[in-house]
């Protein structure tokens, strides 16, 4: 089956520019370069969000608040997967300045859980 649209986006312009000469002929994807976590897009605009090899590199606020956006992004019985490379450090020697936040996959499920989503447009807040 055949997705009706793609958005692509990465904060980095390489990433898309490459994405965009690999996937550009599709005709079914648009491509964006923008820091997800200052995104702003319409409540129930995606029925499916993927993630990959984000969440490692943000501090747990901004996974909660990129949470709260990511699924109210969705439509209603929308999907949303995130894949992430590791949940502890790899290797034998310590590094400097590794930006990488090590959780367990059961840190991102329990901030996901507590998303605090704001009320539906027109819902009676009673």
Known sequence: ??????????FMEVSIAENRRQHGALGNVSFMVADVTE?????????VVFSNWLLMYLSDA????LAAKVLRWL????????????????????????PTHYRNPRDYFAMF?????PPAEGANSS
């Open 113 to 117: 859980d507590a998303a605090e989503l």
């Open 39 to 47: 995104l702003e897009q319409e409540a129930g605009s995606y029925d």
């Open 75 to 98: 439509t209603p019985g929308g999907v949303l997967f995130f894949r992430e490379s590791c949940f502890r450090p790899s290797g034998d020697r310590p590094r400097k300045g590794n």
């Open 62 to 65: 901004e996974v909660k608040a």
């Open 1 to 10: 089956k055949r997705a009706k649209h793609v958005v692509a986006c990465d």
